[in-house]
């Protein structure tokens, strides 16, 4: 049986073929079925965790900080079901196309900050935020949601994909998929892991919920 998807995300016929999507405008050309826009698991990994089975928690209205968000695809979709939208992203061109994506949705919050240094935007982000969002492609990855653990409510979640190539392109993924593991379980629990092929390759999807 498939997990619940939250309020505001449905799954509608693209080409045939049930797919997730949102409602909201367009952003990257995605197909759109009646005010509903297709959420291509192929390009988020969080829409790639979703398909995969894992349950995420979400309901639809959560507060949201997204890390990782780059030009805004997937944050775009999560600001069409949440609530407040925290997207950070420190790499300045694809911060410009996510300010355009927030133009049309009042509740995502475009932030050009590290998120390696959470202290950054502490006086921006609200404290006990529903779920942690992480999308990044850096090496230290677990240590980044650790680091992050500071704005997510006590019965909040990680949402994380882990990606095997950002840690170690030599060694085999499982290998830098338990090392990270091994590194979150310092904050948090882990209630549920999914290798997201074929959507995406050598990345683990991660739920898990603060210690």
Sequence with gaps: M????PEGVDRRSFDGDPRLATRGQPVYGEPTDEGWRLWDAGRSK????MAAGLSTGLAGGE????????SGTTASHVADFAGPTYAVEF??????DLVGVAEARANLVPLLKD?????TYAHVVESDVD?????????GQARVA?????FLADDGRLLAAIKARSEDVTRDPEDVFEDALADLREAYEVVGTARLEPYHDDHLGVVARPR
């Design 63 to 70: 507060t949201v900080l997204y890390l990782g968000a780059a």
């Design 46 to 49: 969080l829409a790639a965790m």
């Design 131 to 139: 779920a942690l969002v992480q999308d990044v492609a850096t090496r």
């Design 146 to 150: 650790v680091e992050n653990r500071r």
């Design 91 to 96: 790499a300045p061109r694809p911060v410009r």
């Design 115 to 119: 998120a390696r240094e959470p202290e």
């Design 2 to 5: 498939s997990e619940p998807l």
